[in-house]
């Protein structure tokens, strides 16, 4: 991100939370055309170390570090505004790639409006849309983009015309709104995003028949603590953390414990603490009925960031709940979309369960 000249590299944090929709490689290639300090990148080599990695960047003075501790990408100084640089970079012998990350710069001196041509069309679009545009011309066929972007894009008159093609002809969804400021001394407000193939109309996508707004849901929590936030401690001490990983075989096990610090639950995330009974399904995941799981105990425990609670008043309630879902799993299995990851959204949740 680049905010009136001064650059905003992507913190570890946030490079983390956005790689964590990405759950399948599906394919072989990941670029990052603004790579900055390469954090981007690197999340994702920690979860797919076997991927190639490219990544350009304006400034040489971001490049040349990079080469030094990641002498295994290929990286380049290239002004990616301008295409055309990009297309006669010698070294690069790809010319579309599987994944696509970014995190391009959010604003422009004198909010100047940028001119991009997008499937045969021209568009007046802000700076961060002018690198989305240009990027997915290099995805492949089954390629993602999966992007940090100013919420502007989504919402404002200026981006309006190219978003709303995005969302006809393409798989884009809105993954995340963050609350969380990241950046010091920036209050910029941000969307996680992620752009798929292009929809095909043939293809309908199949209804929800049966009315899950019935079932005795009392509360729907998100979580938000990810792994990589999660302070550990041993023994019986903190309180017990569930992830995605806990969910085995419809039952929660081999949970470790964690601290809570007390600005986060206390603060204005609200708390990121729950009590049980209550359903515990993947926020991201390959649909797999088996993380359809019952937390039985009125204790406290922490889900994480990719898991959502379904709070009911009882355990039998809370059985019954999962039972429906598991019963009417075809059905239910929809709820997650996506290409290369598959995921669900809390506005998804809320809208199946009737609590919009």
Known sequence: MNILRDVFYTPTELADKLASYIIEEGGTSAIDFCVGDGDLLKAIE???????????????????????????????????????AFDNLANFSLKKYDLIVLNPPFTCKGSSICKIEFDEVTYHVSTAMQFVANAMKYRTNHG????????????????????????KNYNLQVLEEPTRMYWKNCSASIILVSIGEKVNRSQKRRKILFDFSTLPIELIIRGHISPHEAKFVEGRRGVKYVHTT??????????????????RDEGRYGSVSCRGPAVLIPRVCNPNPEKICVY??????????????????????????????????DEFRTIYQGTAAKYTTMEIIKNLFGRV
């Open 46 to 84: 920690r979860r797919f170390p076997n991927l190639l990695f490219y990544g350009t960047d304006i400034a040489e003075e971001a490049i040349r570090p990079l080469k030094k501790m990641h002498p295994s990408w290929q990286l380049a100084v290239c002004d990616f505004s301008n295409t055309l």
């Open 144 to 167: 993602v983009l999966y992007a940090i972007l100013p919420s502007s894009c989504a919402y404002s008159q200026k981006d309006r015309l190219l978003w709303q093609y995005m969302e």
């Open 246 to 263: 806990n969910l085995l075989h419809n039952r929660i096990v081999n949970c470790t414990r964690i601290q809570i610090p007390k600005h």
């Open 296 to 329: 039985k105990k009125n204790s406290i425990f922490v889900p994480s960031d990719c898991i959502i609670v379904l709070k009911t008043s009882n355990v039998e309630d809370a059985q019954f709940v999962a039972n429906t879902i598991l019963s009417h799993w």
